[in-house]
Nanobody, 125 residues
Framework: QLRLVESGGGLVQPGGSLRLSCEAA????????IGWFRQAPGKERVAVSC????????YYSDSVKGRFTISRDNAENTVYLQMNSLKPEDTSVYYC??????????????????WGQGTQVTIST
């Protein structure tokens, strides 16, 4: 059974940083594309960033480009999302998800079949 566990969320002030982690349990991440998605109250879940299984390609939404960095450490079976220059509008529940499509995926919800439980990120003074 595929299981993903997010951690690293919390409350930070605007301009601050957080690093989210997505650790896989019960499977290895090597063959999966991994995505980070977020959902704010009353809004749809949207893609934030994705990283392919092995060709190194990444995707960032326009709203986070230049501030967030996605990376993967297959030896640790973990994907990270480094979030800098955080803004109040980044406040959401952040989810990581795995796609079996490896390198041939679209960074959109339907391509991702396994999801974590989410971690809350709150940006506020």
């Amino acid at each position: 059974q595929l299981r993903l566990v997010e951690s690293g969320g919390g409350l930070v002030q605007p301009g601050g940083s957080l690093r989210l982690s997505c650790e896989a349990a019960g499977f290895t991440l090597d063959d999966y594309a991994i995505g980070w998605f977020r959902q704010a109250p009353g809004k749809e879940r949207v893609a934030v960033s994705c990283i392919s299984a092995s060709d190194g390609s990444t995707y960032y939404s326009d709203s986070v480009k230049g501030r967030f960095t996605i990376s993967r450490d297959n030896a640790e079976n973990t994907v990270y999302l480094q979030m800098n220059s955080l803004k109040p509008e980044d406040t959401s529940v952040y989810y990581c998800a795995a796609s079996i499509f490896g390198n041939d995926y679209t960074c959109r919800d339907p391509d991702f079949g396994s999801w974590g439980q989410g971690t809350q990120v709150t940006i506020s003074t």
